[in-house]
Every structure is written in C-alpha cells, then in structure tokens.
C-alpha cells in the first residue's frame, strides 16, 4: 500500500497529526502496536487518572462535605472494583472514539510494531509475528514515551509500581509511598488518600510540582497535608526493596540524615521517558539525544520527510503540546505556515484544588531580570467560592512592570483547569493586566479571582480585599 503520509503511533500527537493530514487531502496510514488506539494518554495516562480523581473526590466529598451542605447519609464505602471498572469504561468510551474518528477520515489503521525498514518504508509487525509493509512519501513519529524507572530498583509491576499499575490497583494501599511529588505523584497520591491511604511523598527538590511558580507549590503541599499526605522534600532515595507485602524505601536528607519508610507499595513518578524501541531510527539515521529524537524547530528529523511530535521529542510532555504539534506537521506538510505558541502551552495538575498555569513563573522572570509586578487574589474572598465550600486556593497574575502586559497566570483552587484557558487567549492577544481588569466578568464565578487579581498588577486596586 502507498500513502502520502504514515503516522507512527497513535497517542494525542499522532491520531491528531492523521486526522489533520486526512482533513487536509492526503491519503493516510497511522500504525499502533497495542490493540486500542490514544496512546498513554487514553488509555494508560489523562483519561484513566482523571477518571478515577473525579470518582475519589466524590467520595472525598460525600464523606467530609455532605453533612455541612444538609446532605445526612450513611458513610459511604469505597467500592474500589467499581471505581476501576467505570474508569475502564470511560476508557473504553474514549478510544472507541478515536477508531470511529479513523473511520471518519479514511485513515488506514495498521496494528503492530513500526519499524523503518527505509525512509519510505514502514515494516508493521504484528503480535503473532506476521509481517507486512507499507510505502509512503512522509513519516510522523509520534511514539510517545515511558515511566523512568530508578536504576537500582526497576518497577516490578506489584509493589514497585508506575502510575499504570497504579491505575489498576486490586486494593486500596494501607501505606503508598510515592517517589517524585510532581504532576503525576501529586495526582495519584491525592486518589488513595481520599479513599484511606496514607499517603508519604519523596521529592528530591525543595518543592512539588517544582517545574510549576514556587507559590502553586508551597499551596499545594498545604492543601494536600490536609488531606493527610506526608512530606519529605529535599531527601534522595538510595534504595527501595520489595520485601513480601512490605516495600522498605531508604532516603537521605541533604544534610546527610536517613530515614527508613514502611509501606505496602511504592509509586515510583520521577519522570518519562522518550519511546523508541524497535522503531529502527538507525536503519535510516535519525538522531537521538537522551532519548529524545532530535528535531529543528519545524519539527523536522535530519532525515528528508520524517518528522517527530509529541513526548518523544523535546518541551512539556503533555498531551495538548502533543496535538498541537500534529496539528503543526500536517499544516505544513501541506504548504501552510502553521505556528506552534510554546509559551502558552498550559500546565494543569488536577488535585483539589487544581492547579493551573500559563507563561512564566516568577522564578524564571527573576532569573531573566525582568522587571514585573504581581496581583494575587484569595479564594476565600470570592462569594462563589464560599457557596461551595471551595475557598483553598488563589490567582496569580504577573505583568510586565512597564507595559503592564500579562506574563503568566498561576492558579491553584476550584476549576483552576477550566479557568486557564481565558488566561492563555488573554496573553494570546497580548493582553495588559488592566485590559481584563476591565472586562466584565460574571458573578459570582471563580473567574471573577482571574479579573482581582488583574486589579491587584495593575495598580493594586482590587474591589473586594
Ligand atoms: P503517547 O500517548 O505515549 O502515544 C504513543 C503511542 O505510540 C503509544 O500508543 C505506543 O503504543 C505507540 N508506539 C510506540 N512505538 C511504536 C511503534 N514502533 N509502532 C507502533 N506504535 C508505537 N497530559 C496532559 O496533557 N494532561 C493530563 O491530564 C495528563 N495526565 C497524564 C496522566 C498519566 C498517569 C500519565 C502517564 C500521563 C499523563 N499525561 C497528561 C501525559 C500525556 O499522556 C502525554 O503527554 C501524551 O500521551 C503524549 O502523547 P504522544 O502522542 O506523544 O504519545
Ligand atoms: P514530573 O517531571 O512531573 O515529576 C517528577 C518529580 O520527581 C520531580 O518533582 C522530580 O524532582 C522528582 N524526582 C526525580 N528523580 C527523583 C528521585 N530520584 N527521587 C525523588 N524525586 C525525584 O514527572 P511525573 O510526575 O512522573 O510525570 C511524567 C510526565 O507526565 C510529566 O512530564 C507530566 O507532564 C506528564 N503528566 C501530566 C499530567 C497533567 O498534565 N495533569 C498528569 C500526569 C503526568
């Protein structure tokens, strides 16, 4: 078979890249290894976990808020069966939607393994090991990437688990141990918690979620304390030892002081990995630094009409950066002058209070030297917010000191998901902090922090603090 354009992988960055590549006329192929389609995102990654956080933090809520709200009922059990297996179908739900999209658009779907056997040949071998090939002008690999694992304790998939196991658990953990509090260690660990498990976290920066501005941190390791999480920032992990139902994680404080945790399983979060085993990248010389495939900044590999998107190549690893980029590649494939704004990819972790967050921190406008101001606003001045009880959490707006143009939005509280896309299509059209201080927001909503604390850059005018 001769395509146009062949698809490798068939995550956010790939099935996106095959539906716009089809949209825009050309005869496609995507290849996926595993029988479902979505990649890590629909079917191991996004979907799952967040799935199984709406569920937890509705029981969270039943058992701690229902009371005060006038809502008296029994105490609700954790039915962790269920819990997973509804997850699995919303799972379901959502890859099956991306087949019919295949089917939409006329996209080949080949199963099994793509290996290049030269640049305009693509190998497809299949799970019983049959082989067949298919030819096309161009190639967009979009493999994705993996859970890192600690080199001197390798997942064994039971105790020692990665947040795909950790999806899939049979029993609530008594004691999770969690290494890395970034987005997926803070995510995960706040779904036990809420449904019994103690919860220790083992970061070995200062901070969670340490990529995010230094206030969204410091906040949420407050939030989530009371949920009962417990800390030990700044301390690295020298050995974690499955032994029986017990996993025994050994640390060390910066000052040198060790300590010994006892738990009956140990998420290891301390990052991903680029993917790209058995793609055959050397049969045809494509570049790889620490994993990662090496592309310009249009995305292109060195090797004439191969090109590479989402987690395995460099910036976030996000599954919207991801379809952006597909988006990107088949726009030009195609003769357009896509644009990819990677300033204003937004970063969402989805614990309650969620955070969200667009443009700079104040960290890195520090370590530039540039000159700006702050506006934050309290949650817990917001009428909307002490009508549902929601009042942890605050906005963060930075502005240039001179122009007053917005530089980043940091938000942590209720909704904070929803709400940053208004920040990231404000500082799309270059917005100042007084320019949305001006516009009418409605009341009472959460947005309404979003416009106080605009008010609070501009010249530290909020109404109602
Ligand atoms: P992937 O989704 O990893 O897809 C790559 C696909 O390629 C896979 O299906 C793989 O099987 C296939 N493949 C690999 N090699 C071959 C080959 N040789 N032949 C055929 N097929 C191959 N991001 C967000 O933006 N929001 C979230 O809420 C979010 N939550 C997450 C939660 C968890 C627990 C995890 C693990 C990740 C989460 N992410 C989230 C990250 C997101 O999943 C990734 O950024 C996104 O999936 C990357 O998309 P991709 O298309 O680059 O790769
Ligand atoms: P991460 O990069 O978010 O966090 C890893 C954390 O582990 C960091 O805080 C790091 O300092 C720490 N760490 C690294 N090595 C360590 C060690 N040896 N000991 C202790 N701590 C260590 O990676 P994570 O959470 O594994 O997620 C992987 C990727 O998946 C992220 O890049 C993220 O973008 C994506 N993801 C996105 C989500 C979202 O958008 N809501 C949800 C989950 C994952």
């Given at each position: 078979m001769q395509y146009n354009v062949v698809v490798i992988g068939s995550g956010p960055g790939g099935y996106v890249a095959a539906i716009r590549s089809a949209q825009l006329g050309f005869k496609t192929a995507i290849i996926e290894k595993y029988d479902t389609l979505g990649g890590t995102c629909l079917n191991v990654g996004c979907i799952p976990s967040k799935a199984l956080l709406d569920s937890t933090e509705h029981f969270h809520n039943a058992k701690e808020h229902f009371a005060e709200h006038g809502i008296d009922i029994e105490a609700p059990k954790v039915n962790l069966e269920q819990m997973i297996k509804r997850k699995g179908g919303v799972v379901k739900a959502n890859v099956d939607g991306i087949a019919f999209l295949m089917k939409k658009n006329k996209i080949d779907v080949h199963t099994g393994v793509g290996s290049f056997v030269d640049k305009n040949t693509i190998k497809i071998t299949a799970k019983d090991g049959k082989e067949t090939s298919i030819t096309t002008d161009k190639v967009i690999i979009a493999t994705g990437s993996k859970p890192t694992p600690l080199p001197f304790a390798p997942f064994d998939k039971k105790r020692i688990i990665s947040s795909t196991e950790a999806l899939e658990l049979k029993e609530v953990p008594k004691h999770l141990i969690v290494i890395g509090g970034g987005v997926i260690g803070m995510e995960l660990g706040s779904v036990y918690a809420r449904i019994g498990s103690k919860v220790t976290i083992v970061e070995f920066?200062?901070?969670?979620?340490?990529?995010?501005?230094g206030t969204m941190g410091k906040e949420l390791q407050k939030a989530t304390k009371k949920l009962g999480f417990d800390f030990y920032l700044g301390h690295k992990v020298t050995a974690v030892e499955n032994k029986g139902p017990e996993v025994v994680v050994k640390a060390e404080s910066k000052d040198g002081k060790s300590i010994e945790l006892k738990g009956d399983y140990c998420l290891v979060s301390i990052g991903r990995r680029p993917y790209t085993e058995g793609l055959g990248l050397d049969k045809v010389g494509i570049e790889t630094v620490k994993g990662q495939i090496v592309v310009d900044a249009h995305l292109k590999?060195?090797?004439?009409?191969i090109y590479a998107i989402g987690d395995?190549?460099?910036?976030?690893?996000l599954a919207h950066k991801a379809e952006e980029e597909g988006v990107y590649v088949a726009e030009q494939l195609a003769g357009q002058k896509p644009h990819v704004n990677y300033l204003l990819i937004p970063g969402v972790v989805y614990t309650w209070p969620e955070v969200s967050s667009v443009g700079y921190t104040e960290e890195q406008l520090k370590s530039q030297g540039r000159a700006y101001k702050t506006g934050s606003f309290p949650y817990k001045a917001l009428g909307r917010a002490r009508a549902s009880m929601d009042t942890d959490g605050l906005v963060k707006v930075l502005a240039d000191k001179e122009t007053d143009e917005i530089l980043g939005v940091h938000i942590i509280g209720a909704r904070a998901a929803d709400m940053i896309a208004a920040a990231v299509t404000a500082m799309e059209f270059r917005a100042s902090a007084e320019d949305v201080a001006r516009m009418s927001h409605a009341h009472p909503t959460y947005m309404e922090a979003v416009k106080e604390a605009c008010l609070a850059a501009t010249a530290n005018r909020p109404i109602h603090m």
């Amino acid at each position: 078979m001769q395509y146009n354009v062949v698809v490798i992988g068939s995550g956010p960055g790939g099935y996106v890249a095959a539906i716009r590549s089809a949209q825009l006329g050309f005869k496609t192929a995507i290849i996926e290894k595993y029988d479902t389609l979505g990649g890590t995102c629909l079917n191991v990654g996004c979907i799952p976990s967040k799935a199984l956080l709406d569920s937890t933090e509705h029981f969270h809520n039943a058992k701690e808020h229902f009371a005060e709200h006038g809502i008296d009922i029994e105490a609700p059990k954790v039915n962790l069966e269920q819990m997973i297996k509804r997850k699995g179908g919303v799972v379901k739900a959502n890859v099956d939607g991306i087949a019919f999209l295949m089917k939409k658009n006329k996209i080949d779907v080949h199963t099994g393994v793509g290996s290049f056997v030269d640049k305009n040949t693509i190998k497809i071998t299949a799970k019983d090991g049959k082989e067949t090939s298919i030819t096309t002008d161009k190639v967009i690999i979009a493999t994705g990437s993996k859970p890192t694992p600690l080199p001197f304790a390798p997942f064994d998939k039971k105790r020692i688990i990665s947040s795909t196991e950790a999806l899939e658990l049979k029993e609530v953990p008594k004691h999770l141990i969690v290494i890395g509090g970034g987005v997926i260690g803070m995510e995960l660990g706040s779904v036990y918690a809420r449904i019994g498990s103690k919860v220790t976290i083992v970061e070995f920066l200062d901070s969670v979620i340490p990529t995010m501005d230094g206030t969204m941190g410091k906040e949420l390791q407050k939030a989530t304390k009371k949920l009962g999480f417990d800390f030990y920032l700044g301390h690295k992990v020298t050995a974690v030892e499955n032994k029986g139902p017990e996993v025994v994680v050994k640390a060390e404080s910066k000052d040198g002081k060790s300590i010994e945790l006892k738990g009956d399983y140990c998420l290891v979060s301390i990052g991903r990995r680029p993917y790209t085993e058995g793609l055959g990248l050397d049969k045809v010389g494509i570049e790889t630094v620490k994993g990662q495939i090496v592309v310009d900044a249009h995305l292109k590999t060195k090797v004439e009409n191969i090109y590479a998107i989402g987690d395995v190549v460099r910036g976030a690893m996000l599954a919207h950066k991801a379809e952006e980029e597909g988006v990107y590649v088949a726009e030009q494939l195609a003769g357009q002058k896509p644009h990819v704004n990677y300033l204003l990819i937004p970063g969402v972790v989805y614990t309650w209070p969620e955070v969200s967050s667009v443009g700079y921190t104040e960290e890195q406008l520090k370590s530039q030297g540039r000159a700006y101001k702050t506006g934050s606003f309290p949650y817990k001045a917001l009428g909307r917010a002490r009508a549902s009880m929601d009042t942890d959490g605050l906005v963060k707006v930075l502005a240039d000191k001179e122009t007053d143009e917005i530089l980043g939005v940091h938000i942590i509280g209720a909704r904070a998901a929803d709400m940053i896309a208004a920040a990231v299509t404000a500082m799309e059209f270059r917005a100042s902090a007084e320019d949305v201080a001006r516009m009418s927001h409605a009341h009472p909503t959460y947005m309404e922090a979003v416009k106080e604390a605009c008010l609070a850059a501009t010249a530290n005018r909020p109404i109602h603090m």
